[in-house]
């Protein structure tokens, strides 16, 4: 099993700063989900900067939210 989010921090750009609970630290891009359904309302900052960590993995307060694996996976760890 994969690290979870232990906790998360909206950047310039549509980055995320990662936390995770292996003490890893990493950088999320959600660039590539904009155009995808609720992902969409991302594109606001007011709603992307509402980023938060929720259950081991990141959540926005529209609903939207992503696979805790795909998280880690696809961040680039810093």
């Not at 155009?35 to 309302?41: D, H, L, P, S, V």
Request: proline share 4%; aromatic share 8%.
């Amino acid at each position: 099993m994969n690290p979870r989010v232990q906790n998360a921090k909206a950047l310039d750009n549509h980055l995320i700063q990662i936390l995770f609970t292996n003490g890893e630290t990493g950088i999320f891009d959600i660039t590539e989900y904009l155009n995808i359904g609720i992902f969409k309302e991302l594109q606001k900052p007011q709603i992307f900067n509402t980023v938060k960590a929720v259950d081991g993995t990141i959540q926005w307060v529209n609903g939207a939210d992503l696979c805790p694996d795909t998280v880690y996976l696809d961040s680039k760890k810093i």
